[in-house]
């Protein structure tokens, strides 16, 4: 009975339940998704398009539609979120669209968008008349179009002048149609130029500037064009263009403007070996051709003897060429003016025809100097005995062995001759270069190897360039004792075998006139055999007497040299001394008490002090 009531409750307990979910069956309404055509926002917004991957995907777009597919779709993008303008970007069957680097920079750049500038592109799809949602990229596009010159024009013609080398002759300008002023990299160009018709195959830069233009002096484009194939005086046609240089984080993006072709006329630079004056101001060689005084170049400077005179006008030219006669160049006072040299107060101008030089002061004997690389015409005492631009150079190096790495024993090679620097020097296979100061030691100005080497010298065999820090002289040779000849008018660098230079080895200064000797011979001062025939060193003189000894060793029972003696040999003797008139006639100075350059030429037959 138990079971039989168990049974039954079980089968009320499933009818109520299945009337129960009829019921609810009746009441409840399923709702489906309505369909859609959505563009699915990317996962990367930004996109930089790398000009080193041209075929690279620049992005890929995907979208689900539910409406309108299968169909034919339209991508296309915009600067602005209306769509004020839409450009088309391809049309696909498929529900993903991409385009390559190359592709879509392109696509910008005929958009107008700037390049290395982030830029907002938005970007549709189109099914029909059916639109897609928007998504917003951030892009950043290379640059594509070229620098465009805007001046100087193609053809122009620029004849180079040296009156001011500093002076601006042309000035390079051009646009830049991808640049603003709010890109995100650097950017900068280069200036270059090749021969004329040559496609640039060999170029030159002229400068690099961020600007947008770049000027050129009279001067620097003169060098180029001597250094490339221009002759001074005749018209030759380069092509310039524009390099520019973009530093993106895919590596430097050049681009080159079309070219322009220029033709320059470049001035000549070559120093002529020898200055000529001609004219009445110069008394020895007056308006003619028979001795015209000649003023001889030793590196950048033209110097020599002259006498000059106020009288019958005082005027003169430099001529550069003898042969020529009157067809050879010349140079008048305008010359030197226009080139802003400062020109000695006893020269002005003649304000004749030809502009020439004109002497004003008290006639007599000058030695004249044109600086051509400091600008300055100097006039000064004339100078008796050996014309070099110094003295005596000093050499210093391991090279030179009795010199050393220091300045306690410098080797001295004397001025000889005109621009002509001899002496003998111990030399061994090291490195070693010449100084013009021994007083100033490292202050020194200093000649080293590619010194000489740039000038046009022509330098002996047995040395060459060091190629150390300093580029000095290194002595390849066997190492010995040689007589080295600097020749600065003819360029020459020789060595030859020793040379017995002197009668003596020095002659010894007495007497209270050098001070540091005085009458006596505990201290008597050393003047070295320098050169063929030449005693030179440095002896301080004060306002007394002194005599010149041969042998330090029998001291008063020496041979000596008074002033009678030079006298009576025909030296030439330095205005700063006299004949003492004491009883021995000894040497007397007479000029400004100090340190001087004594030099005694005894080939020449000169006595100098400077």
């Known amino acids: 009975?138990?079971?039989?009531?168990?049974?039954?409750?079980?089968?009320?307990?499933?009818?109520?339940?299945?009337?129960?979910?009829?019921?609810?069956?009746?009441?409840?309404?399923?709702?489906?998704?309505?369909?859609?055509?959505?563009?699915?926002?990317?996962?990367?917004?930004?996109?930089?398009?790398?000009?080193?991957?041209?075929?690279?995907?620049?992005?890929?777009?995907?979208?689900?539609?539910?409406?309108?597919?299968?169909?034919?779709?339209?991508?296309?993008?915009?600067?602005?979120?209306?769509?004020?303008?839409a450009i088309p970007l391809g049309s696909t069957e498929k529900n993903n669209f991409s385009m390559t680097v190359s592709e879509f920079n392109q696509t910008l750049d005929n958009a107008g968008v700037k390049s290395f500038t982030e830029t907002a592109v938005y970007m549709r799809v189109s099914a029909g008349a059916a639109l897609s949602n928007v998504v917003l990229f951030q892009v950043s596009k290379f640059a594509v179009q070229v620098p465009v010159i805007t001046g100087p024009d193609s053809g122009e013609s620029f004849v180079l002048s040296d009156v001011d080398p500093e002076l601006v002759i042309a000035t390079v300008t051009w646009e830049d149609p991808e640049?603003?002023?709010?890109?995100?990299?650097?950017?900068?160009?280069?200036?270059?130029?090749?021969?004329?018709?040559?496609?640039?195959?060999?170029?030159?830069?002229?400068?690099?500037?961020?600007?947008?233009?770049?000027?050129?002096?009279?001067?620097?484009?003169?060098?180029?064009?001597?250094?490339?194939?221009?002759?001074?005086?005749?018209?030759?046609?380069?092509?310039?263009?524009?390099?520019?240089?973009?530093?993106?984080?895919?590596g430097d993006l050049f681009r080159s403007s079309e070219g322009i072709t220029l033709s320059i006329?470049?001035?000549?630079?070559?120093?002529?070996?020898?200055?000529?004056?001609?004219?009445?101001?110069?008394?020895?060689?007056?308006?003619?051709?028979?001795?015209?005084?000649?003023?001889?170049?030793?590196?950048?400077?033209?110097?020599?003897?002259?006498?000059?005179?106020?009288?019958?006008?005082?005027?003169?030219?430099?001529?550069?060429?003898?042969?020529?006669?009157?067809?050879?160049?010349?140079?008048?006072?305008?010359?030197?003016?226009?080139?802003?040299?400062?020109?000695?107060?006893?020269?002005?101008?003649?304000?004749?025809?030809?502009?020439?030089?004109?002497?004003?002061?008290?006639?007599?004997?000058?030695?004249?100097?044109?600086?051509?690389?400091?600008?300055?015409?100097?006039?000064?005492?004339?100078?008796?005995?050996?014309?070099?631009?110094?003295?005596?150079?000093?050499?210093?190096?391991?090279?030179?062995?009795?010199?050393g790495w220091g300045w306690s024993s410098p080797v001295e090679i004397a001025c000889t001759g005109t621009g002509v620097y001899q002496g003998n020097i111990n030399l061994t296979n090291d490195a070693f270069r010449f100084f013009s100061d021994r007083s100033l030691e490292w202050g020194s100005p200093s000649f080293n190897y590619p010194y000489y080497a740039d000038a046009g010298y022509t330098i002996d065999a047995n040395f060459e360039d060091a190629l150390d820090g300093d580029n000095n002289f290194k002595f390849n040779g066997t190492p010995g004792i040689y007589f080295l000849s600097i020749d600065d008018v003819n360029k020459t660098i020789t060595l030859g075998p020793e040379q017995s230079q002197c009668e003596l080895d020095q002659l010894w200064l007495v007497g209270a006139g050098v001070p540091d000797a005085g009458w006596g011979w505990g201290s008597p001062v050393a003047l070295p055999c320098t050169g063929a025939g030449i005693y030179s060193g440095q002896v301080t003189f004060a306002n007394d007497a002194f005599r010149f000894f041969t042998d330090r060793t029998l001291e008063w029972a020496s041979p000596g040299y008074n002033f009678p003696y030079f006298v009576n040999e025909g030296y030439a003797i330095d205005a700063n001394f006299e004949d003492a008139l004491d009883g021995d006639n000894n040497m007397k100075f007479i000029g400004t008490s100090g340190t001087y350059t004594l030099t005694i030429d005894s080939a020449n037959k000169t006595i100098t002090i400077n």
Not at 359 to 373: K, L, R, S, V
Request: negative net charge.
């Open 1 to 85: 009975m138990k079971i039989y009531f168990k049974k039954l409750s079980y089968l009320l307990l499933s009818l109520t339940l299945l009337l129960g979910a009829c019921d609810a069956e009746e009441s409840l309404t399923i709702t489906s998704p309505e369909p859609e055509f959505v563009l699915n926002t990317p996962g990367i917004s930004t996109i930089f398009l790398n000009f080193e991957v041209p075929n690279n995907p620049a992005f890929t777009i995907n979208w689900v539609d539910e409406i309108n597919a299968p169909a034919t779709y339209s991508v296309e993008m915009a600067t602005d979120a209306e769509f004020t303008t």
């Open 179 to 250: 640049i603003t002023t709010t890109s995100t990299v650097d950017v900068t160009y280069q200036l270059e130029v090749s021969e004329a018709g040559t496609n640039f195959v060999d170029v030159f830069s002229l400068g690099e500037t961020a600007e947008n233009s770049i000027s050129l002096s009279h001067g620097e484009l003169n060098t180029f064009v001597l250094e490339n194939g221009g002759v001074a005086g005749t018209a030759i046609n380069f092509d310039f263009r524009i390099k520019a240089i973009a530093k993106t984080a895919a």
């Open 265 to 403: 006329t470049p001035y000549d630079v070559a120093l002529p070996p020898t200055l000529f004056v001609v004219g009445a101001g110069a008394v020895d060689a007056g308006w003619g051709w028979d001795s015209p005084v000649e003023l001889v170049l030793q590196g950048k400077i033209y110097s020599g003897n002259i006498n000059l005179s106020p009288d019958n006008g005082g005027n003169f030219r430099l001529f550069t060429d003898k042969t020529l006669t009157w067809g050879s160049p010349s140079y008048n006072f305008t010359y030197y003016e226009e080139r802003g040299y400062t020109i000695d107060s006893n020269f002005v101008n003649a304000n004749d025809g030809d502009f020439n030089f004109q002497f004003i002061g008290a006639a007599g004997a000058f030695f004249m100097e044109i600086d051509t690389q400091n600008e300055t015409i100097t006039l000064s005492p004339a100078i008796v005995g050996p014309n070099c631009n110094f003295d005596q150079l000093w050499v210093v190096g391991g090279g030179a062995v009795d010199a």
